[in-house]
């Protein structure tokens, strides 16, 4: 069964950093891209960060770029998603998520993912 879960969400005051992980389990990860979504209370879900299979390529949301990183490492199965200079708007529950095919360069629209994380909770005070 193939299974995705984040972690490193919490409570950080605007200005604070978190580091958030996505383990995979059930799969070999590497021939997968992988994005970073996140849903804040009464919002939609909208795209933050995507990282094609090798790791070479990236892309952001606007609203995070300069601020957030993604990387991954394919040994041990987990994507990465470094969070600098939180702000309250970036308050919302992060998931992680599969594409659906091997080898495709990453999108930034939901429907393309098939396998997603339960999610983790960031918390930005100002």
């Known amino acids: 069964q193939v299974r995705l879960a984040e972690s490193g969400g919490g409570l950080v005051q605007a200005g604070g950093s978190l580091k958030l992980s996505c383990k995979a389990s059930?799969?070999?990860?590497?021939?997968?891209?992988t994005g970073w979504f996140r849903q804040a209370s009464g919002k939609v879900r909208e795209f933050v960060a995507a990282?094609?299979?090798?790791?070479?390529?990236?892309w952001y949301a606007d609203s995070v770029k300069g601020r957030f990183t993604i990387s991954r490492d394919n040994a041990k199965n987990a994507v990465y998603l470094q969070m600098d200079s939180l702000r309250p708007e970036d308050t919302a529950e992060y998931h992680c998520?599969?594409?659906?095919?091997?080898?495709?360069?990453?999108?930034?629209?939901?429907?393309?993912?098939?396998?997603w994380g339960q999610g983790t909770q960031v918390t930005v005070s100002s």
């Open positions: 998520a599969k594409d659906q095919d091997p080898h495709r360069m990453p999108s930034m629209r939901p429907r393309e993912y098939d396998v």
């Open positions: 059930g799969l070999t990860f590497d021939t997968y891209s």
């Open positions: 990282i094609d299979w090798s790791g070479r390529t990236t």
